[in-house]
T-cell receptor, first 117, second 112 residues
Framework: DAGITQSPRYKITETGRQVTLMCHQT?????MFWYRQDLGHGLRLIYY???????DKGEVPDGYVVSRSKTENFPLTLESATRSQTSVYFC????????????????FGPGTRLTVL | DAKTTQPPSMDCAEGRAANLPCNHS???????VYWYRQIHSQGPQYIIH???NNETNEMASLIITEDRKSSTLILPHATLRDTAVYYC?????????????FGTGTRLTIIP
């Protein structure tokens, strides 16, 4: 049972480089999310997607680009990496809420630790 | 504005019950209380959720006060593997409201 996977798990890059973090889920969940987590902060939402070709900004979208051409994939791209983007990135998915379907829970991937030098 | 307030840290002896409080005094009538936890370096994990009745599953129990302004997550027999950061989140299960807003949570340390 693959669930939700992220790649790479660790990445070191240099300032100004383009980096793409991959997220793949096998459940055909409608919604997918990208969070970042830094020391002293909880998880902060970067972008999310309600379905293929539908994306929206979260709390901290600046410097990031997302796409979702297929339901199962939700890549996150740092077009020109900066040191402030050094963080742990988590991808998540949820089937979607409708009415009182509060039992839908959000499932998280294992994270990608990104270091920008 | 934070919708929930949790103590930053707590300790609990192994084998004892861990009781983690959460204040959500501005909770709306249709908002559920969710608990997630994050073990070091891993992605957050769902624990339990509830609306107004107490809930129990294989991981924990959730006690919600009658006025719904606070709740307590109970881990009945804490083990070292329960050491983690615990997040209390309130959310209404409405279409378009699927994203979670995480606070800083409570860092629970289980003491051997």
């Amino acid at each position: 049972d693959a669930g939700i996977t992220q790649s790479p798990r660790y990445k070191i890059t240099e300032t100004g480089r383009q980096v793409t973090l991959m997220c793949h889920q096998t459940w055909s969940h409608s919604y997918m999310f990208w969070y970042r987590q830094d020391l002293g902060h909880g998880l902060r939402l970067i972008y999310y997607s309600a379905a293929a070709d539908i994306t929206d900004k979260g709390e901290v979208p600046d410097g990031y680009v997302v796409s979702r051409s297929k339901t199962e994939n939700f890549p996150l791209t740092l077009e020109s990496a900066t040191r402030s983007q050094t963080s742990v990135y988590f991808c998540a998915s949820i089937q979607g809420l409708a009415g009182v379907r509060a039992t839908d829970t959000q499932y998280f991937g294992p994270g990608t630790r990104l270091t920008v030098l | 504005d934070a919708k929930t307030t949790q103590p930053p840290s707590m300790d609990c002896a192994e084998g004892r019950a861990a009781n983690l409080p959460c204040n959500h005094s501005t909770i709306s009538g249709n908002e559920y209380v969710y608990w997630y936890r994050q073990i070091h370096s891993q992605g957050p994990q769902y624990i339990i959720h509830g609306l107004k009745n107490n809930e129990t599953n294989e991981m924990a129990s959730l006690i919600i006060t009658e006025d719904r302004k606070s709740s307590t997550l109970i881990l009945p027999h804490a083990t070292l593997r329960d050491t983690a950061v615990y997040y209390c989140i309130v959310r209404a299960p409405n279409f378009g409201n699927e994203k979670l807003t995480f606070g800083t949570g409570t860092r629970l340390t289980i003491i051997p």
